[in-house]
C-alpha cells in the first residue's frame, strides 16, 4: 500500500503480524511465480524475479518455499498456476484515489472480493482510467537507514537515475522512473547498501491531507481489500501528518 510516506514504516510492522496469517507469505510466492514464469527462471537474467526473491526473503518466506515457486513459474516444476494481472479502479473515503492491483487465477472472484471490500468500507468502484491518470508509474526501493544519511544514499545512485531520495523516519525511499529501477537497484548494491524492497509502484501526483478519523476510514478499507488473497497491493493518494499518525497508531 502506498499513500502517505510514513504509512510504509507502519506497513512494515504490520506486515509482521500479516506474515503469521499467511497471507504475505502466499502473496509474495505468488509474485515469484508470476516472475518465473514472464521472464524465466534465471534470476541473473531476470531482475523482477530477483526482486521477488529479495523481498521473500526479508520476510522470512522459507527458501524451499522460494526455489519451488521458481520452479513452478518456470515450468520446472508441476503445479503451476496461469495468474493474470488486473488493476481496479475506484474512490475511498474523503475521494481518496484508489488504485487495487490483483494477481488471480479467478477474474469473477478477484472482482467480487474487490467490490465487497470496497462498498462495505465506504468507497465505490470507478471505470478503467477515471482514476489511474492520478498516479505514475515509478521504481520506489526502500533503504533501512542504520547508519546512512541521505548524502550517502543520493550519491550512491544519482547516476543511476534516481529522482529523489525521501526520509521515512526508520528508512528512505528513492524513487526513480519505473525503466530505471534495476539500474538503481544495482548502483546501491555496489555501494554496499542493503534495501527491504524494489519495486515498480503507483505513486500519487496529488494527495489528500485526511484527519484522524478520515485515516481511519482509509486504513480500514485497505485492510479489507488487502484481506483478499487475490489482492497484491493497493495505492492511494492520501498524505497524514505524523501528529495524525499518532493518534492512529496510539
Known amino acids: 500500500m502506498s499513500g502517505h510516506s510514513k504509512w510504509a514504516t507502519t506497513k512494515h510492522k504490520k ?21 518465473a514464469r514472464t521472464g524465466g527462471a534465471d534470476i541473473d537474467g531476470n531482475p523482477t524475479l530477483f526482486d521477488a526473491i529479495q523481498k521473500a526473503k526479508k520476510s522470512s518466506v522459507p527458501n524451499k518455499n522460494i526455489d519451488s515457486a521458481v520452479k513452478r513459474g518456470g515450468g520446472l516444476e508441476a503445479g503451476g498456476v496461469d495468474y493474470e494481472t488486473i488493476m481496479y479502479e475506484g474512490y475511498g473515503p474523503n475521494g481518496v484515489a484508489v488504485l487495487i492491483e ?31 491518470y492520478l498516479f505514475n508509474r515509478k521504481g520506489v526501493v526502500v533503504v533501512p537507514k542504520g547508519e546512512l544519511s541521505e548524502d550517502d544514499v543520493l550519491g550512491a545512485v544519482l547516476d543511476a ?12 525511499e528513492v524513487l526513480s522512473e519505473a525503466t530505471d529501477l534495476v539500474a538503481v537497484r544495482t548502483a546501491l548494491q555496489d555501494a554496499g547498501i542493503d534495501y ?8 500519487p501526483t496529488m494527495q489528500v491531507e485526511l484527519d484522524e478519523e478520515g485515516a481511519r476510514k482509509i486504513f480500514k478499507l485497505i485492510d479489507a481489500l488487502e484481506d483478499s488473497d487475490d489482492v497484491q497491493n493497493v495505492f492511494a493518494n492520501f ?12
Open 196 to 203: 527491504d524492497s524494489a519495486d515498480a509502484n503507483f505513486v
Open 161 to 172: 537515475g534516481a529522482e529523489e531520495v525521501n526520509d521515512l523516519g526508520d528508512s528512505f
Open 15 to 35: 506486515a509482521v503480524i500479516d506474515a503469521k496469517r499467511g497471507k504475505l507469505f502466499a502473496k509474495l510466492i505468488k509474485n515469484i511465480e508470476v516472475a
Open 102 to 132: 490483483c494477481l488471480t487465477d479467478n477474474r469473477n472472484r478477484a472482482a467480487s472480493d474487490v467490490r465487497v471490500a470496497m462498498t462495505r468500507n465506504g468507497g465505490s468502484m470507478a471505470d478503467p482510467g477515471s482514476v489511474s
Open 239 to 250: 498524505d497524514v501528518s505524523d501528529e495524525v499518525m499518532e493518534k492512529v497508531d496510539a
